[in-house]
């Protein structure tokens, strides 16, 4: 029998009281690993109420006390590193070493909570006004909620908790359904690094857990990461009852090939940041534009694609996993069948792929099409699957046209041996994570995650200095100290100018 995952509440691992069971399954091979229950209406109550309580005591403990747990924390991650990329590719079918690529982005996260102090430094100015001066400090703001996808089951938790945390905030995690054994595992060392009970809750389910924590008045903030159209009805709703509230949604990222740029590069960069982690990332690169002569490479792009394998995560040769369900994988496929009909051409077909010795898993192997245009579905939806599509152009004013005229906004990459070019296409694109000659430029936790249009939903981003913003409120203090000095012309009864 796969066991039931407990939930966090108030400092304890309780089984919960659900009569709903989500299944979680191994993706190579549909068999049932674990149970996540759908936490009850009292459950979450109990959460919110635990994690109100805590904040209260939480909020007081020295900031460099708070630091300190964070410094335990990302030490035991260390520890425990290849331990958590076991489990999280067990339930994600990542292969190990991407497993281990997960948790270590997250880790670095935690390694930056440890310098809460200096991130939540104020301002001071002397004399605002003649012997009165004005200082503001950062406080936290109560208890915080994190919702999280499949796909960075590690790492994307990781991008929230710590910091909240560190903040002097509590937090609430729902994580994904699909893989939720990894952020139990991650909250277990939590504890065990000394975090006091109800800083952390971990409460497991579905879009009806979402909704209540939605509208609960004891909530806060919220932090979103998931699909476009459930972070927008998240947006929505969170903002509509009141709260702060930051989402991070889908994406479709281009690639931009100049003819200068250097070939071998760009292909191998092409391969990895397509069908790395089967596609299904968020910064994954969806769509390569080929300026110009750089059109003539996507042949021998076709025969090095046909050679990536992918396999169970333990097949040290794999070079992707299977997607996450088989419904994920009909969607793919389905996406794939439609850009045939819809006149692409498709110079690699991954459809009919199988593993040897995993007959159930969600295999879908390879795949590329030329001649897409921006009417096909295969270019406005977001496949999340190995599926990369070409698209020509003429110019590089052409390319940037394009990657302005999508919804999204999440990131982009431009590969040149132009500094001119790189430097116009830095300026002139509208995307908020650019790449030059780096294929996915996820900023490391000092900078912020900046997805921008229809890829984020809020105004203050995940990690960095804007997520200690996102997390807490400034108070502003004006101050004035009195000497013996008597009194001199009575009550103020005016705006001083
Ligand atoms: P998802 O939107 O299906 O699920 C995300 C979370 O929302 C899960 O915890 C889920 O339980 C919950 N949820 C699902 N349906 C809900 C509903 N109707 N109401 C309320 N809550 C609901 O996303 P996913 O499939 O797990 O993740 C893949 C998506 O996430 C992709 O679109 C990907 O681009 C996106 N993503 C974006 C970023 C980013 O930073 N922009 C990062 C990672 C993933």
């Known amino acids: 029998m796969p ?74 991650l260390k520890e425990h590193h290849d331990e958590l990329a076991e489990i999280l590719a067990a339930e994600t079918g990542k292969t190990f070493a991407d497993a281990k690529g997960d948790v270590w982005r997250g880790i670095e996260v935690a390694e930056h909570a440890a310098n809460i102090a200096s991130l939540m430094m104020g301002e001071t100015v002397e004399n605002v006004a003649r012997e009165i001066d004005t200082a503001s400090w950062i406080q936290p703001l109560g208890v915080c909620v994190g919702i999280t996808p499949f796909n960075f089951p590690a790492m994307i938790p990781l991008w929230m908790f710590p910091l909240a945390i560190a903040c002097g905030n509590t937090f609430i995690l ?160 389905r996406l794939i069948e439609q850009g045939k009909a819809e006149g692409a051409e498709c110079l690699l077909d991954g459809s009919q792929c199988t593993v040897e010795g995993y007959p159930n898993g969600n295999w879908v192997g390879p795949t590329l099409f030329r001649g897409v245009t921006t009417k096909m579905g295969l270019y406005r939806e977001e496949i999340f699957g190995p599926v990369l599509v070409c698209m020509q152009v003429d110019t590089l004013e052409e390319a940037i046209a394009l990657v302005n005229a999508s919804p999204y906004g999440n990131g982009t990459s431009l590969f040149t041996r132009s ?8 300026h ?19 900078f912020s995650f900046t997805g921008w249009k229809g890829s984020f939903y809020g105004d203050l981003h995940a990690y960095g200095k804007q997520a200690v913003r996102f997390y807490t409120e400034t108070k502003t203090v004006t101050s004035r100290w009195f000497d013996d000095t008597p009194l001199g012309e009575g009550p103020n009864m005016t705006i001083q100018l």
């Open 3 to 76: 066991r039931t995952l407990p939930q966090l509440i108030d400092g304890q691992w309780q089984t919960s009281q659900a009569r709903e069971l989500i299944e979680v399954t191994d993706p190579a091979t549909q068999e049932v690993i674990a149970l996540a229950p759908k936490a009850t209406a009292e459950e979450i109550e109990a959460a919110v109420a635990s994690a109100q309580k805590a904040f209260l005591a939480w909020r007081e403990v020295p900031v460099s006390e708070r630091a300190r747990l964070m410094l335990r924390y990302q030490h035991l």
């Open 428 to 446: 002139a694109v509208e995307v908020g994570q650019v790449g030059i000659n780096v294929p996915i430029p996820v900023p490391l936790p000092f």
């Open 174 to 333: 729902k994580p994904s359904e699909q893989d939720p054994m990894t952020p139990n595992r991650l909250a277990e060392l939590f504890l065990e690094a000394g975090a006091p009970a109800g800083v952390l809750q971990v409460l497991h389910g579905g879009r009806e857990q979402v909704d209540a924590l939605l509208v609960h008045p004891q909530v806060r903030a919220v932090s979103f990461v998931g699909s476009v159209t459930v972070g927008q009805h998240v947006y929505r709703t969170g903002t509509q009852h009141l709260k702060r509230v930051q989402a991070f949604a889908g994406a479709k990222n281009h690639m931009v090939i100049m003819p200068d740029a250097p070939k071998d590069q760009v292909l191998s960069n092409l391969l990895g940041a397509s069908c790395g982690a089967a596609g299904q990332r968020c910064m994954a690169i969806s769509v390569a534009v080929f300026v110009g002569e750089s059109k003539q490479w996507i042949d021998e792009l076709a025969k090095q694609m046909a050679a990536l394998r992918p396999g169970h995560w333990q097949d040290s040769g794999a070079a992707y996993g299977p997607l996450i369900s088989p419904q994920a994988r009909q969607r793919v496929l």
């Open 419 to 426: 500094g001119g070019a790189a430097r116009h296409f830095q």
